[in-house]
């Protein structure tokens, strides 16, 4: 009966420290930050007169089978390579 007692209260201890780390005051703050920041400029109005910097266009995806299925790192001179594993 002793024994179910400290486990009941151990259990309870690790609930409470675990709801008491969920919710903090640092959550408060970050929520109460974001609510008192002024929104940005929107793109189209230029800031202190200053143009936006055009964003660049993303670089073309690489052929990935064709780096698969070249014979790029299929051969070496090190002694691991050469090795017998079975």
């Given at each position: 009966m002793r024994r179910s007692r400290e486990?009941?209260?151990f259990l309870a201890i690790a609930v409470l420290l675990f709801?008491?780390?969920c919710g903090g005051r640092s959550d408060a703050a970050?929520?109460?930050d974001e609510i008192s920041r002024p929104a940005p400029p929107s793109p189209a109005e230029p800031a202190h007169g200053f143009q936006m910097p055009q964003?660049?266009?993303s670089p073309a995806l690489p052929n990935?089978?064709?780096e698969i299925l070249d014979?790029?790192?299929k051969?070496?001179?090190s002694p691991?390579?050469?090795f017998d594993f079975k």
């Amino acid at each position: 009966m002793r024994r179910s007692r400290e486990i009941a209260l151990f259990l309870a201890i690790a609930v409470l420290l675990f709801a008491m780390s969920c919710g903090g005051r640092s959550d408060a703050a970050n929520s109460n930050d974001e609510i008192s920041r002024p929104a940005p400029p929107s793109p189209a109005e230029p800031a202190h007169g200053f143009q936006m910097p055009q964003e660049k266009p993303s670089p073309a995806l690489p052929n990935l089978q064709a780096e698969i299925l070249d014979e790029r790192g299929k051969t070496t001179t090190s002694p691991l390579g050469t090795f017998d594993f079975k």
